[in-house]
T-cell receptor, first 115, second 109 residues
Framework: IAGITQAPTSQILAAGRRMTLRCTQDMRHNAMYWYRQDLGLGLRLIHYSNTAGTTGKGEVPDGYSVSRANTDDFPLTLASAVPSQTSVYFC??????????????FGAGSRLTVL | GQNIDQPTEMTATEGAIVQINCTYQTSGFNGLFWYQQHAGEAPTFLSYNVLDGLEEKGRFSSFLSRSKGYSYLLLKELQMKDSASYLCAVTDSNYQLIWGAGTKLIIKP
């Protein structure tokens, strides 16, 4: 089934630990995104990639890093997790940037709790 | 700053009609999206408006007025499965998506 796969589905993590959230898409989309969703707030963009080999910072990039070695994979790394990073993380992709009609396809989300 | 406003929560009755409003203030405009998100699931695309007017898609319609910075999502013949959050998002002049916090719609029998 075409779409986006995220792993893990949920994770409880001790503060200070390193964590990588995985994201893989099989739609050959150029652009990929990482969002966090917190109660009462809109989706907030962490990092994005317009095409393989390039990445950019979103609205809330501090404490997170990404890489885009190929078209399909876009992992998100928390170098040293803190409790404020407790959230639901969504990976998304779209055919490309620079177009208004750029519909996003989302993964099922990764629920992360940092204690 | 950039801002998207929509009501936090709405309640409606099965079989009825509900209108969810969204107002926006963004640096430029390149389109407005509505997404549906069921509890514990990912957002899924519902509609896209870039020109003024009404776009109809089955039981769902979306309206846009660019001069007023206003959109609404109209849901007709409500079904229990329509209970979800509805997210309004605007593409700004840099083609970045700005998201509202979402409207939680509760459908009662």
């Amino acid at each position: 089934i075409a779409g986006i796969t995220q792993a893990p589905t949920s994770q409880i993590l001790a503060a200070g630990r390193r964590m990588t959230l995985r994201c893989t898409q099989d739609m050959r989309h150029n652009a990929m995104y990482w969002y966090r969703q917190d109660l009462g707030l809109g989706l907030r963009l962490i990092h994005y990639s317009n095409t393989a080999g390039t990445t950019g910072k979103g609205e809330v990039p501090d404490g997170y890093s990404v890489s885009r070695a190929n078209t399909d994979d876009f992992p998100l790394t928390l170098a040293s997790a803190v409790p404020s990073q407790t959230s639901v993380y969504f990976c998304a992709s779209s055919p490309g940037q620079g177009s208004g009609a750029n519909v996003l396809t989302f993964g099922a989300g990764s629920r992360l709790t940092v204690l | 700053g950039q801002n998207i406003d929509q009501p936090t929560e709405m309640t409606a009755t099965e079989g009825a009609i509900v209108q969810i409003n969204c107002t926006y203030q963004t640096s430029g405009f390149n389109g407005l999206f509505w997404y549906q998100q069921h509890a514990g699931e990912a957002p899924t695309f519902l509609s896209y408006n870039v020109l003024d007017g009404l776009e109809e898609k089955g039981r769902f319609s979306s309206f846009l007025s660019r001069s007023k910075g206003y959109s609404y999502l109209l849901l007709k013949e409500l079904q229990m499965k329509d209970s979800a959050s509805y997210l309004c998002a605007v593409t700004d002049s840099n083609y970045q998506l700005i998201w509202g916090a979402g409207t939680k719609l509760i459908i009662k029998p």
